[in-house]
């Protein structure tokens, strides 16, 4: 069952997330299971939203991948997640088209 993460994460720094990024390397080794990420910094809060094909390859993830970034960085405050079923997904444009040019990632085809 296809589930939705909403993770509030305080103490993380926009420059931290951007080396996590890099060191787990989501967006040039996109996990098979991962469908959506959307992360936004408000008020020094770090907001992730994600949809996954199931829980269990959102925990594979996390421990694999991002959890070893996490630590590697020094990051050492704790993030409040919530998981729930996805009711639906509706993507009305590509992200490319919405993001400022230094922000975007190019489109990753599944092989």
């Known amino acids: 069952m296809a589930v939705v993460m909403r993770m509030e994460w305080a103490?993380?720094?926009?420059?931290?997330?951007?080396?996590?990024?890099?060191?787990?390397?989501?967006?040039?080794?996109?996990?098979?299971?991962?469908?959506?990420?959307?992360?936004?910094?408000?008020?020094?809060?770090?907001?992730?939203f994600d949809?996954?094909?199931?829980?269990g390859g959102l925990n594979e993830f996390l421990q694999s991948r991002i959890m070893p970034a996490v630590q590697a960085v020094g990051v050492t405050s704790e993030p409040s997640v919530q998981v729930t079923p996805l009711h639906e997904l509706y993507v009305v444009r590509v992200?490319?088209?919405?993001?400022?040019?230094?922000?975007?990632?190019?489109?990753?085809?599944?092989?």
């Open 95 to 111: 992200a490319d088209a919405l993001l400022p040019q230094q922000s975007r990632v190019e489109a990753v085809t599944p092989t």
């Open 11 to 48: 103490g993380i720094t926009p420059e931290q997330y951007d080396e996590v990024r890099r060191r787990a390397d989501w967006v040039g080794n996109p996990d098979p299971h991962g469908q959506v990420h959307i992360a936004t910094f408000d008020d020094g809060v770090l907001r992730c």
């Open 51 to 55: 949809v996954w094909d199931s829980a």
